[in-house]
């Protein structure tokens, strides 16, 4: 006699069917229609739609607003001056001194943002690392270890940031902790160096378990053997992991080295909520400087704010393709292939 | 406001056409109906709150029309409804403070108000503030405050260090020596905290000599904005005032020093009439606040005029019902009402002349009328900044630019160079 639940599931497994064969007769005629080969588009076309419509379409206007002039929003309204706000943005006596330029903002969030996406990245794929090295061994409450390290993954970058406010602000509770202990309380959203130094912090905080996730995986799939027959010629730990782990892993190293620079060059919502850029422009990004010129200045400056976007979006292409290409370099020496 | 009572039934689709109807129609009604207007409303205190319930009693008197008023952070209207508007969406009427900065967007109401003449005749010092320029001469809305930007003080802790409050005519100096001793003495954190915003800054600065526009009627930054400039500078340098307001955030973040000033760290903040009805709830009976008359320079001891008005907006679908909500929100008893339950300074002349019954405490009370008595002082020009459509071009980077000197990124002549080479930059960008 069979249960309930194995009932259901044989009543689920013919109603599958069913639509599975009530679809039969229709793809066979638009099947016949277009030909096989075309047939690949009809599934893909919904994607296409999409891609086209909110990631395509919006780079196409992008470059049009980049070579136009004005404060008006329409394209048809918007005067083409051709390379005039790249000549804005690049218009510097000294590269180096973001001062000497005419949008010195400009610069100083690029400079920025170079220095937070080399100190960001790499703390973090080193702690991602450490982090899913050990939760990768048998330690008690594992399972309970990776939620605590996931968990801020989940939260929205809004409620990371309005969290860390609240930590870190001049009455938060760090201060009241080192009042506590007997200790003055420190600016720390007000002083240059440690709003800079918190960004970093808050930033690994909210993002390391999603890339510690990935690297668990690739640790996980290393197989047990390889470390078995190390143990057996007697290989140091050291060894093991620069020897096996680290090249196993590189692959998955790579993903969360491009994943994570491509985040930080883009980071925008919980800095601009924890810092608002300050104190002066010290944790002002680029995302922020274009979102500032094209939506928070009385007048918006729609062209400029594209044309740094494109600059934005060049260099994180340059970035991507130098790192894929260097990854592609080690792979090939640690396999001897690819002279 | 607005539930539908009609009961749920199962969604059942019985033809295609249907589906296509019945998708069209949702999504019209997502974005107004006949007969149905959406205000956007920000609030500084209980305005959102007051206009729903005189929308409620409008729309006993008009059946056939429907107000929404959507309740938004004052963020969205300074950045959102603006691209909107551009965009050719938005709300159909919206409360806005960047009067002249939008006016190409609003929707003359003269056809659709009962009596043009009661609406000249009562708001026409404040209708040109809403007007793309001096040969326009239409409505467009009408003013739901009058502001004037003035200091606070807390009397307890003068009376605690025994220091006299500074008379009527006292300078900025004179104010920052008395609020540095009183500091002092009663070991408060700081003298004097401006809020971070360009157009509190700009009354000190029209004070201190600042004629904020040349001979042809572009903006300028001479030796009194200069003057000020350095004043406030080196207050914060020093310590007299709160380095974090101005340099601890970025750009031009708006910050107010409210929450200083409510705590107890501060002596003097300057901030504007719109605070009174949040001094009164948040700081109740916590200590004595005052508003005193603005502080004088060499040229001036005058406040910025402002406020927020309820505009009609080009796009809505529905100007008709949009202007007679308009001239009923203007007409004399509801306006009345309105001031009375918001506490806020009346821009109708005639409610103005008969006084509104105010029912708050007497130092909100005396507060209002400190700030009601420097409406005459106030210098032609900050009337002038006030209602010129390009005044955000100054405003913004003084926020922006002081702060990044305040914060020692800069220093104070690079920071007002730059404050005047954006303004140049963004004027040119406008004119484009």
């Known amino acids: 006699m069979s249960t309930p639940r194995a009932a259901a599931a044989g009543f689920a497994a013919s109603a599958f069917k069913g639509a599975l064969d009530a679809l039969d007769v ?25 891609l086209g419509l909110f990631t395509f379409l919006p780079i196409v206007i992008d470059f049009y607003f980049a070579f136009t002039g004005g404060v008006q929003l329409y394209p048809s309204q918007r005067p083409f001056v051709g390379a005039e706000n790249f000549a804005v943005l690049f218009d510097c006596t000294d590269y180096l001194d973001p001062s000497s330029c005419n949008k010195d903002l400009f610069w100083r969030s690029i400079f920025n943002t170079a220095k937070f996406a080399a100190l960001q990245v790499v703390l973090m794929v080193t702690f991602a690392l450490v982090t899913a090295l050990v939760l990768n061994r048998k330690i008690i409450a594992r399972g309970f270890w990776r939620g605590v390290f996931f968990y801020p993954v989940l939260l929205s970058p809004v409620v990371v940031a309005l969290i860390w406010k609240w930590v870190l602000q001049r009455e938060g509770i760090l201060n009241a902790a080192l009042v506590g202990v007997g200790a003055s309380p420190v600016e720390w959203l007000t002083q240059a160096n440690w709003a800079f130094f918190w960004c970093i912090f808050v930033s690994i905080w909210a993002h390391m378990g999603f890339y510690m996730l990935i690297l668990l995986a690739g640790l996980q799939a290393i197989p047990a053997d390889l470390y078995e027959a190390a143990e057996m010629d007697s290989a140091s730990p050291w060894r093991r992991f620069s020897r096996i782990t680290l090249p196993l892993l590189m692959p998955n190293l790579v993903v969360v080295l491009v994943l994570g620079l491509i985040r930080a060059v883009q980071i925008f919502d919980e800095i601009f909520v924890l810092t608002g850029g300050g104190p002066g422009s010290a944790t002002t990004f680029i995302v922020q400087f274009i979102y500032t010129t094209g939506f928070a200045e009385a007048i918006r400056q729609y062209g400029l704010a594209a044309a740094a976007s494109l600059v934005l979006a060049l260099s994180l292409l340059f970035l991507t393709l130098m790192q894929l290409k260097l990854s592609k370099r080690s792979t090939a020496s640690r396999t001897g292939r690819g002279e | 406001m607005h539930t539908s009572t009609r009961p749920f039934t199962p969604f059942r689709v019985t033809s295609f056409p249907r589906l296509v109807a019945a998708a069209i129609i949702a999504l019209a009604s997502g974005v107004a109906g006949a007969g149905e207007i959406r205000v956007a409303c920000y609030s500084d205190g209980n305005e959102c709150e007051v206009t729903q319930d005189l929308a409620k009693r409008f729309e006993a008197q008009n059946a056939d029309v429907k107000v929404i008023v959507d309740k938004v952070p004052y963020k969205a209207i300074l950045e959102q409804l603006p691209v909107q508007l551009a965009a050719g969406e938005g709300p159909d009427i919206a409360r806005v403070t960047d009067l002249g900065g939008l006016a190409k967007y609003y929707l003359d109401i003269t056809p659709y108000v009962k009596d043009p003449k009661y609406w000249e005749a009562n708001f026409g010092q404040t209708l040109k503030w809403l007007r793309a320029d001096p040969a326009d001469k239409g409505i467009y809305g009408m003013m739901t405050q009058l502001t004037v930007t003035g200091p606070y ?40 905290a401006f809020d971070r915003s360009g157009h ?48 601890g955030v970025g750009g031009n973040t708006y910050k107010d020093a409210f929450e200083e000033f409510a705590n107890g760290r501060v002596v003097m903040y300057l901030s504007g009439s719109w605070q009174i009805r949040r001094m009164d709830t948040q700081i109740g009976k916590n200590f004595d606040w005052i508003a005193v008359p603005n502080p004088c320079g060499p040229a001036a001891c005058t406040g910025i005029p402002g406020g927020a008005a309820f505009v009609a907006l080009k796009r809505t679908k529905n100007p008709r019902d949009a202007g007679r909500f308009l001239d009923y929100l203007a007409s004399e008893p509801v306006y009345t009402e309105y001031m009375a339950r918001t506490e806020n300074i009346p821009a109708h002349a005639g409610v103005a002349k008969k006084g509104v019954d105010y029912k708050i405490s007497t130092a909100a009370k005396a507060a209002l009328d400190t700030f009601v008595a420097e409406v005459p002082k106030l210098a032609p020009v900050a009337y002038d900044i006030q209602g010129y459509k390009y005044n955000r071009a100054i405003f913004n980077p003084t926020a922006a630019r ?31």
Do not use: C, H
């Open chain 2, 153 to 192: 003080v807390n009397k307890t802790l003068f009376e605690q260090a025994k220091i006299p409050l500074p008379g009527p005519k006292a300078t900025w100096d004179e104010w920052a020596d008395a609020a540095r001793k009183v500091a002092k003495a009663t070991q408060t954190p700081y003298a004097i």
């Open chain 1, 26 to 50: 229709p793809m066979r005629a638009v099947q016949r229609v277009l030909g096989v080969p075309r047939i690949a588009w009809m599934f893909v076309a919904p994607n296409l739609v999409i």
């Open chain 2, 402 to 432: 002081l702060g990044q000197a305040i914060a020692g990124e800069m220093s104070l002549d690079d920071a007002v160079k730059r404050i005047g080479s954006d303004m140049d930059e963004q004027v040119k960008a406008a004119q484009k």
């Open chain 2, 200 to 247: 509190r800054f700009m009354g000190p600065a029209i004070s201190a000599g600042a004629k904020v526009f040349d001979a042809k009627g572009n903006l300028v930054i001479d030796d009194g904005y200069k003057a000020m400039a350095k004043r406030f500078y080196d207050w914060n340098r020093d310590g007299t005032s709160p380095k974090d307001i101005w340099g």
